[in-house]
């Protein structure tokens, strides 16, 4: 049979820019003061007078919002919409909202035409009384899991007259003769409505609804014999999954001359056992000439596979060429050989069915392939107990085999992720496969807005289910295939604040996670602006790595994840003066003394240490507190440090250039002098190889070209020269044009021309210039990698 294809369209997949009404919306309700006022007394948002936002701008604002946090769209936002003179709505989602009665009724006053309101748990039955007064408009109804909006017996009082200020006797919902008072609705999803007792209840639901034509009553009990569906003689569309003695109702559904969609799958197959299966199924589709789709999964309504005619049409297929094509492997469905099913839901069924070769249908539901998984993906978004389990047959698609349909599959994974955020293993499933998607060879392929979408998912997973270990496991592993931190600087404070979060941990447990986490945020402080830098510090980053040193030193313990603190911590002082002013308030030197004590042979330690001292010697208000004896002592004995080749000597130096930088007045200490310190510290510049490969990586060249103007102090320009002339020399590509756009050429040139540095200062200057114009002329004759501190 011909395999079909359920495809969703979803806006993340276009390679397009984002249109720019949802640009501009998302922005407006992130800042909701730019079309509204805050009532100081109420906390409700007003429009502003003279704003008038028509149907598609209003609806697409409660979109966007129910896309960002559906939880967080209450009344203070929909308080917008009571202007009905300036704001239009007709078709609205609230699913998983926040809105109350109070909010619900308001948006009811706009007349709606389809209205979801599927687990809001802030409804109650005060909302079925606001619909009934208003429902004459509405088409579409989706009350989904909401269960306290209708009644729970058809002898509750009437809500109409509840609130009535006369004396007389509170008339029955029965008396009324109606549950709703909606006559032109066409759509009603009502789910999981548990009833035992009572089986007229879905009769006084269903019985006024007389233009229905599609209804969803999946986990409904107690459903009777269905007898109730026979008036409506428009319904086309009844969705019975899940509902218990669906065997009973049968007989009535086998009547509904004009259905074309039928569900009656169920997720346990203890509920789905027929009596004589193939005869039930087959008397059921030839009742149902009009029949295009059809659900049986979790049944065994698909037979055993077993059957005298199917043998004797194998042994005849010899003797008639044509006669292949009369098999089928159902035998409910022999009927539709010849006119297959748009649709056949055969995931879960007894016996395998979807396993089976010759099936009477266009599109699939199974576990058979990629496409039959993918189908069910598809056609179980709102059925989370189905659902996990389809997703984690495509996780070992992805893990064992080849997705053959990439895109499609990242579609799917992402609407289950995003429908059913609190599902905790539909989001631990879901962020498994977003894993291998993300290092996959077909990465690159993706848009920028599927990528975007990926990272918002993953950390919507992540902030719900913060306790759990293998959620944060998978998503910061997922977050590590992508480009830090360009691709996720869309999202760049939350996802600090989630990482510190996690670096904070609770325990031993959590190290795992805590170590991606740490290693994360590090990548995430390279490559950033000094705004993002003084963010990261703003969060918290500082005092959170200065405690996780506190930890390491209190254990004994050296591991990755101090070198790590002290990384991100060089990383994110970096010409940012306001952290390294936090770093010193925490008592970062302490705690570099300390380590230096406790780890004093660790080479990657003492760089990073030593990189961080670099920044704060940097900042000028902030040397006074480096001066002491004991400080100047450690970084002048560090200049004879062999220690990850030159790289702790370099830095001891860099820093002892800086504190030199402001002259012999500020040299508060006697010992030891500022003099013996110069002096060492030229011995060991004079040692270093100038073609030494660097663990380094500089953004700019701004403090060290501010040295080079340092004339009083000679050696402060030298150790400057030296810097240049080593990366220029070593990575012409990435420093020489640095250089000189940040003014370098002009300020050796000057220093050519003074009578102040020494011989070997002009020496490495002349090598700085010459190297860039080579550059500049010739371009690199040879690309060098290098290792980055980040």
């Known amino acids: 049979m011909t395999m079909g294809t359920i495809y969703i369209y979803c806006p993340w997949e276009d390679s397009s820019p984002e249109p720019l009404l949802d640009i501009c919306g998302k922005y407006v309700i992130a800042h909701p003061e730019t079309f509204c006022v805050l009532h100081q007394e109420t906390g409700l948002w007003c429009l502003r007078p003279g704003v008038a936002l028509p149907t598609e701008i209003c609806e697409k604002l409660i979109s966007l919002w129910q896309d960002r946090d559906p939880e967080a769209l209450d009344d203070r936002f929909i308080n917008i919409f009571k202007d009905l003179t300036n704001t239009r709505l007709k078709r609205i989602t609230l699913r998983n909202s926040g809105v109350s009665d109070g909010g619900l009724n308001l948006l009811l006053s706009h007349h709606l035409v389809e209205l979801d309101i599927s687990n809001c748990i802030k409804l109650s039955e005060r909302t079925l009384e606001n619909i009934n007064r208003v429902g004459d408009s509405l088409t579409a109804l989706v009350i989904g899991k909401t269960k306290d909006i209708l009644p729970d017996s058809v002898y509750s009082p009437s809500l109409e007259s509840s609130d009535s200020s006369d004396s007389s006797p509170v008339s029955e919902i029965k008396q009324r003769g109606y549950i709703l008072r909606t006559p032109n609705l066409k759509k009603l999803v009502v789910r999981e409505l548990y009833l035992p007792k009572e089986k007229e209840y879905f009769s006084l639901l269903l019985k006024p609804l007389t233009k229905l034509t599609h209804l969803d009553l999946s986990g409904c009990l107690f459903l009777n014999d269905a007898s109730y569906i026979l008036p409506m003689k428009y319904l086309v569309s009844i969705n019975l999954h899940n509902v218990q003695r669906i065997q009973e109702a049968i007989p009535a559904i086998s009547e509904m001359k004009t259905l074309k969609f039928l569900d009656i799958s169920q997720a346990n197959q203890k509920y789905g056992v027929f009596e004589s299966p193939d005869t039930v199924l087959a008397n059921l589709v030839s009742s149902l000439p009009n029949l295009i789709s059809l659900d049986i999964s979790g049944t065994n309504l698909c037979g055993d596979g077993t059957f005298d005619e199917y043998r004797d049409l194998e042994k005849k297929s010899e003797d008639s060429g044509n006669m292949e094509t009369d098999l089928c492997d159902i035998p409910g469905l022999r009927s539709r050989i010849q006119n297959p099913l748009e649709f056949l839901g055969l995931y879960n069924t007894l016996h395998d069915a979807c396993h089976r070769n010759h099936i009477p249908a266009k599109v699939i539901t199974g576990d058979a392939s990629e496409e039959q998984i993918l189908a069910a993906t598809a056609a179980y978004l709102d059925r989370p107990e189905v659902l996990v389990k389809a997703l984690n047959e495509l996780f070992h698609i992805f893990r064992f085999e080849t997705c053959h349909d990439q895109q499609r599959a990242l579609n799917l994974i992402l609407l289950s992720m995003l429908r059913h955020r609190r599902e905790k293993h539909i989001q631990i499933s879901g962020s498994a496969s977003l894993f291998y998607i993300a290092k996959g060879e077909d990465k690159n392929s993706l848009s920028v807005r599927a990528r975007q979408k990926m990272i918002i998912v993953l950390l919507d997973a992540m902030e719900t289910h913060l306790d759990d270990s293998t ?105 940012t003066p306001v952290n390294c002013l936090r770093f010193l308030d925490g008592q970062g030197m302490t705690y570099f003394q300390k380590c230096l004590k406790e780890f004093p042979d660790k080479p990657e330690l003492l760089r990073n240490m030593m990189g961080l001292l670099g920044n704060v010697a940097e900042v000028k208000n902030l040397r006074s507190r480096l001066m002491t004896s004991e400080l100047l002592t450690t970084f002048a004995d560090l200049l004879d440090s062999n220690s990850d080749g030159i790289e702790v000597s370099y830095n001891a130096a860099g820093v002892l250039s800086h504190i030199a930088s402001g002259g012999s007045e500020v040299w508060t200490i006697e010992r030891p002098t500022r003099n013996e310190v110069l002096e060492r510290m030229v011995a060991a510049i004079e040692r270093w190889d100038l073609a030494s490969k660097r663990n380094i990586n500089y953004r700019s060249f701004e403090p060290i070209l501010r040295l080079l103007e340092v004339y009083h102090t000679p050696q402060c320009q030298h150790w400057a020269a030296w810097a240049l002339a080593n990366l220029t020399r070593v990575y012409p590509d990435k420093y020489c044009s640095l250089v000189e756009e940040e003014g370098g050429i002009n300020l050796l040139e000057e220093l050519l021309k003074s009578p102040k540095p020494y011989q070997r200062i002009k020496a490495l200057a002349r090598i700085v210039i010459t190297q860039c114009q080579m550059f500049k002329e010739y371009g690199s004759l040879e690309h060098m990698d290098y290792d980055s501190d980040c």
């Open 471 to 575: 959620m944060m496991r998978n998503g910061c592993l997922t977050l590590c295939q992508f480009r830090i931190p360009q691709d996720v600087l869309f999202e760049y404070r939350r996802l600090v604040q989630l990482l510190l979060r996690l670096i904070r941990g609770r325990g031993d447990g959590d190290d795992f996670v805590r170590r991606i986490a740490i290693y994360l945020l590090n990548s995430l402080a390279c490559q950033v602006d000094g705004e993002q830098k003084e963010l990261v510090g703003d969060l918290g980053a500082i005092e959170t790595m200065l405690k996780l040193i506190n930890d390491r030193l209190q254990r004994h313990m050296h591991d990755d994840m101090l070198e790590i603190a002290w990384s991100a911590m060089w990383n994110v002082t970096d010409e």
